[in-house]
């Protein structure tokens, strides 16, 4: 007969309580005017890195729950029905799917993920929201703002990803 034993799992309650803060506090970061600079027009999308760096180090359920966390809480401060909750989840259930089977967990791999998950993000949010609903898409607006908030995004990965692993490593149970 087989006894659960719920206190073993204290460190991953402990380190999934961080994780809500640290996603609340990079949202509000992320939306808060003022708080990070625009840099060429571009702004940074912090949510996304931290989703992507947390995905990395979680299986794919928990990856998933953190990513539509993040994207709640973006879609309540912007005009998006939905689409950064869906965007988000799943970039999350790939990029731990993609760390669980195919690739490394280091810091190259964490750049490579997080580049292809921000312009997978972009190409997404301009394709569903200008293209699809007639806004004027010049080049412009493209080299004006996405592709500075590209690069501006992927600056937080380093970050990000150490933070992550900190809490992780040091909140992780005897059987992960």
Same mark, same amino acid.
């Not at 999308?45 to 979680?58: D, G, I, N, R």
């Given at each position: 007969?087989?006894i ?37 027009g ?24 953190f ?51 921000t ?7 301009? $394709? ?7 806004a ?17 995004? $992927? ?22």
């Amino acid at each position: 007969m087989r006894i659960l034993h719920y206190d073993n799992n204290k460190p991953k309650y402990i380190r999934y309580a961080i994780y809500v803060v640290s996603i609340a506090i990079v949202v509000l970061l992320q939306n808060s005017r003022g708080a990070l600079p625009e840099i060429m027009g571009g702004r940074a999308m912090l949510a996304l890195p931290f989703v992507v760096s947390l995905a990395m180090h979680e299986r794919e359920v928990a990856a998933a729950v953190f990513g539509a966390l993040a994207g709640v809480l973006l879609d309540i401060s912007s005009v998006n029905d939905g689409f950064n909750t869906l965007v988000l989840m799943a970039i999350a259930v790939v990029c731990s799917l993609f760390i669980s089977r195919i690739m490394q967990n280091n810091i190259v791999t964490a750049l490579v993920l997080n580049v292809g998950a921000t312009i997978i993000y972009f190409l997404l949010y301009v $394709v569903i929201n200008l293209i699809f609903t007639g806004a004027p898409l010049t080049t412009r607006v493209l080299g004006g703002f996405y592709l500075p908030s590209i690069v501006y995004t $992927v600056i937080f990965v380093p970050l990000f990803y150490v933070i992550v692993k900190r809490i992780y490593v040091s909140h992780k149970t005897a059987d992960e």
